[in-house]
């Protein structure tokens, strides 16, 4: 192990490393909490980066016919676009009946479309100011992207934890038909966590085009499985009505002090791949189990 891993530095780089997952696994947490799934989440931050840089002024080389708009206005355009592709979804998912797994498989290859559509292959590397500072930039000796994770993970922890739509996410993900029984929304409580979840996915797409430097395709694919390990290695139930936001932070610490200690290792990278796939599904087995004793 590199003697450079057990410093304040280190750790500063693991929050930084952490914050982009952070953000994204916020908003799947209220998703899973429902029993739901969204396996669009990478694919959406990745859309919504793109269309945020899509909508600002570029270099002249680079050979993107984007829209240069105020940046305020690219924010909000890039917002809308989130809540949109999670309206999408919550459409399919609530309206049309398409189980929540097979719909977001289907908005993960819509995001990656977009992507497409609108980059072409080439890198986009200008985001509006507020993003740029947002994504990479610092206060004092701190990343102001670790504190805006940390208040979404605050918000997520006080919305779930405090409010009464936060007690009906537990009560659709706990036991639907009794949700049902006691007069709740179960189809608009789904649809909510459903944009929740893009809002999150779209915000953590903005900020990390600024904090990677660059907008282009498919640079967001690892976050689907870091995302949904946070969640369901803190303890999540993914069946639902156990588990939130502290459990999350737990598993983000999990991965991050995982994935940053592999790289101090002097092993094989492709050994590492192997590795985290293995923790994931020791992970998902634990969760499986734990679920199981609950329900004796």
């Given amino acids: 192990m590199s003697p450079s891993f057990a410093t304040m530095d280190n750790v500063s780089n693991i929050l930084r490393q952490v914050s982009i997952t952070a953000i994204i696994a916020t908003g799947l947490t209220f998703v899973i909490l429902t ?6 989440v990478a694919s959406v931050a990745n859309a919504v980066g793109i269309v945020v840089a899509f909508f600002t ?24 676009s989130a809540v949109a592709l999670g309206m999408v979804t919550a459409f399919g998912v609530t309206v049309i009946g398409i189980p ?11 995001g990656a479309g977009i992507c497409a559509m609108l980059v072409r292959g080439q890198i986009a590397y200008n985001v509006p100011p507020l993003i740029k500072f947002l994504g ?12 805006v994770a940390g208040v979404f993970l605050l918000v997520g922890h006080f919305v779930l934890t405090y409010t009464r739509f936060g007690r009906y996410v537990y009560m659709v993900g706990g036991n639907r038909e009794a949700a049902e029984f006691s ?12 944009i929740i979840g893009a809002v999150c996915s779209g915000v953590a797409g903005m900020l ?18 870091d995302s949904i390990a946070a969640v ?5 139930s993914l069946f639902g009505g156990v588990g939130g936001i ?51």
């Fill in 232 to 236: 369901v290695v803190g303890g999540t």
């Fill in 208 to 225: 990390g085009v600024a904090y990677y430097g660059s907008a282009q395709q498919n640079q967001f694919d690892d976050f689907l499985l």
């Fill in 100 to 110: 929540s797994f097979i719909m977001t498989l289907a908005m993960l290859q819509i």
């Fill in 35 to 40: 029993a739901e799934i969204d396996l669009s």
């Fill in 246 to 296: 502290p459990n999350t932070i737990i598993g983000l610490f999990v991965l991050g002090v995982l994935n940053n200690g592999l790289d101090h290792i002097d092993i094989d990278s492709f050994l590492k791949v192997l590795i985290r796939g293995l923790i994931l599904l020791l992970a998902l087995v634990i969760n499986v189990y734990a679920q199981k004793l609950r329900d004796r």
């Fill in 183 to 194: 007069g709740v929304n179960v189809k608009l409580i789904t649809a909510s966590v459903m």
């Fill in 57 to 80: 002024m570029q270099e002249a080389y680079v050979n993107i016919a984007n829209l240069p708009l105020p940046g305020a206005l690219a924010i909000l355009l890039a917002l809308a």
């Fill in 136 to 147: 990479s930039g610092y206060i004092g000796s701190v990343p102001v992207i670790v504190i």
